[in-house]
């Protein structure tokens, strides 16, 4: 099946800093979603992306779409304690009936 | 604006007994989809429906079984409980075939004892 590797799997930074995540896969996708889980509840999307190329942003957060279609990329700007949480990646299948998530990216961001 | 809701929130049960896990979509909402998340693991997709039929199944262990009925509510029966089928499970749904855009409800976690 479809395989998403997210990296890095954690990251502990300093409140305004720039942080950058990234998901690859052996395979095609043709959307990319990206979600932020906060413990003990649903992940909730934060940007789609739908188009190779694709560059999005959503507030301080900025996601693109590879060209090759086969990875996609997460940077968040300012961070600020609130962001701390864990970024999944996730694609849909072909028929759309499920979503692959990658292993995950665990923020922690210190005061 | 009106969420998935899963219930109960919280569960616990010993090894060899049943859980019944509810969801209930968005409304207007009619595929519904299952995920389980072990502790520090991604969701794992176990089984989706649209229009009260299994529209595709992934990793889902035969002892558990799942429905969605005229309304679109869904419920994922378990059985024969072990110790590893404690995690958080959560329901998502969508309109037909549009997995990328499906919201996830609250998750319900499950504590096999």
């Known amino acids: 099946g479809q395989q998403l590797n997210q990296s890095p799997q954690s990251m502990f930074i300093q409140e305004g800093e720039d942080v950058s995540m990234n998901c690859t896969s052996s395979s095609i996708f043709n959307t990319w979603l990206w979600y932020k889980q906060d413990p003990g509840e649903g992940p909730v999307l934060l940007i789609a992306l739908y188009k190779a190329g694709e560059l999005t942003s959503n507030g301080r957060l900025t996601a693109q779409f590879g060209i090759t279609r086969k990875d996609s990329f997460l940077n968040i700007s300012a961070s600020i304690p609130s962001d701390v949480g864990i970024y999944f990646c996730?694609?849909?299948?072909?028929?759309?009936?499920?979503?692959?998530f990658g292993g995950g990216t665990r923020l922690m961001v210190k005061p | 604006a009106a969420g998935v809701i899963q219930s109960p929130r919280h569960l616990i049960k010993e090894k060899r007994e049943t859980a019944t896990l509810k969801c209930y979509p968005i409304p207007r909402h009619d595929t519904v989809y299952w995920y389980q998340q072990g502790p520090g693991q991604d969701p794992q997709f176990l089984i989706s429906f649209y229009e009260k039929m299994q529209s595709d199944k992934g990793s889902i262990p035969d002892r558990f079984s799942a429905q969605q009925f005229s309304d679109y509510h869904s419920e994922l029966n378990m059985s024969s409980l072990e110790l590893g089928d404690s995690a958080l499970y959560f329901c998502a749904s969508s309109l037909r075939g549009r997995a990328r855009e499906q919201f996830f409800g609250p998750g319900t976690r499950l504590t096999v004892l």
């Open positions: 996730a694609g849909p299948n072909n028929a759309g009936n499920m979503l692959t």
